[in-house]
């Protein structure tokens, strides 16, 4: 049988969850492109049609959800090039029309991505050999605002979110070196969430309803770390600890996915790998 994507596009979408999982902020975003690939792995070595379906079948629902969480980063300027070599790959898994032209768009939209951020990275080296030629020092340090809280990380990314198998979401929330607990406020209700951090860039970081119903005088918050690791530690308790959240606040994508979610639940499909296992 024929190879399930072309030999550059998968080495680009190996190349994407590489960068992805290497960043302790986006890992989680990585998963779901992981384990795509190693159902399209397990696709290639399988030895009956069957089989090769159903891991088809496994590998585009994990590039879907891939896609569904960078489409929200790329809304912010994030991962746009990346998004691309996604959908180029899910345009060829599914047999699209389009799916070479959308391969060969996404190549030189990537190509020209990691060819900007390599200039930028040797423009900041040339800065700083040309500082030292003149001065006889080496180019000073960043400001220490910048390296405490970055402010546009802050807004672009307000928070991330994770969950346990106890039935724990914990969202997390870079704040000021500087911010103390009368900086916060974190209200609990049912089913809503509000979060105030004084010098934060968004006021409120969060005021939504959540996807999910929360037992909110079990939940509680705290400040951990230190200067550009301090950190806001929301913790709640799921109201039912078994079920698997399909998103944090109640908006358009995460209906979505919580009624595709229950929607395989009610086919009663078995067997579902999560995106983390190996």
């Keep these: 049988m024929s190879d399930p994507l072309p030999l550059d596009l998968w080495r680009r979408l190996q190349g994407v969850a590489t960068e992805m999982a ?20 397990d696709e290639v070595e399988a030895m009956d049609s069957v089989s090769r379906k159903e891991y088809r079948k496994q590998a585009v629902l ?6 569904g969480e960078m489409a929200k980063a790329a809304e912010n300027g994030l991962f746009v090039s990346e998004l691309s070599v996604v959908r180029a790959a899910l345009k060829a898994l ?6 070479d032209q959308a391969a060969q768009a996404a190549a030189g939209e990537h190509d020209s ?5 390599a200039e930028q990275k040797a423009g900041q080296q040339q800065r700083e050999q040309i500082f030292q030629e003149i001065t006889g020092s080496p180019a000073p340090p960043p400001p220490a605002v910048a390296a405490g809280f970055d402010q546009v990380t802050a807004r672009e990314t307000p928070f991330t979110w994770t969950q346990d198998d106890e039935g724990t ?8 070196p500087e911010c103390k607990k009368s900086d916060v406020s974190v209200v609990f209700a049912k089913e809503h969430l509000k979060v105030s951090v004084g010098g934060h860039p968004l006021q409120p970081v969060i005021d939504a309803d959540l996807l999910y119903g929360i037992i909110s005088g ?28 399909e998103g944090l606040v109640d908006n358009d994508e995460g209906r979505k996915k919580k009624d595709l979610s229950s929607l395989v639940a009610g086919m009663g499909v078995d067997g579902m790998k999560k995106w983390g296992e190996d």
């Design 113 to 117: 991505a990691v060819a900007a951020r």
């Design 218 to 245: 079990d939940s509680s918050w705290a400040l951990e770390g230190s200067g550009s690791k301090r950190k806001l530690v929301v913790s709640m308790e799921k109201s039912q600890a078994e079920l698997q959240w």
């Design 62 to 67: 994990s590039l879907e959800a891939a896609e």
């Design 169 to 176: 979401v914990t969202v997390l929330i870079a704040v000021p």
């Design 94 to 99: 599914r047999g699209d029309a389009g799916a």
């Design 22 to 41: 290497s960043d302790k902020f986006w890992r989680d975003m990585a998963r779901p492109i992981q384990a795509s690939l190693r159902y399209l792995k």
